[in-house]
């Protein structure tokens, strides 16, 4: 077994989920990338981001979910009614046309 495949075998015993394990190393290696040594790796980096988990240096608390901001329409838009929009979501029309064959 590989030191990093053993790193990860013992990280995972900190944080069960694959995809937040590697949000987490990624943002601390990022972090480390930023102050670190330029004659460090990658590798090494995140190797050291994956002791610190391990470590319990590392810490994270879950947050409520993100919706987008509901805004009022603009006046000036001919197609709003003035009702609430959702920035960046398409606006679906509830009418359907059907022709007879």
């Given at each position: 077994?590989?030191v990093?495949?053993?790193?990860?075998?013992?990280?995972e015993?900190q944080?069960?989920n694959p995809?937040?394990?590697?949000?987490?190393?990624s943002?601390?290696?990022?972090?480390?990338?930023?102050t670190g040594?330029?004659?460090?790796?990658?590798?090494q980096?995140?190797?050291?981001?994956?002791?610190?988990?391990i470590?319990?240096?590392?810490?994270?608390?879950?947050?409520k979910?993100r919706?987008p901001?509901?805004?009022?329409?603009?006046?000036?838009?001919?197609?709003?009614?003035g009702?609430?929009?959702?920035?960046?979501?398409l606006?679906?029309?509830?009418?359907l046309?059907?022709e007879?064959?």
């Open positions: 077994m590989s990093r495949s053993r790193l990860l075998a013992e990280a015993k944080i069960s995809f937040l394990m590697c949000a987490l190393v943002l601390r290696t990022r972090q480390l990338m930023m040594n330029a004659n460090t790796s990658t590798a980096l995140v190797d050291s981001a994956l002791n610190e988990l470590a319990g240096v590392l810490e994270f608390e879950r947050g979910p919706r901001p509901l805004i009022r329409a603009e006046s000036g838009n001919e197609e709003s009614n009702g609430l929009e959702s920035p960046g979501v606006a679906v029309s509830p009418t046309s059907a007879a064959p």
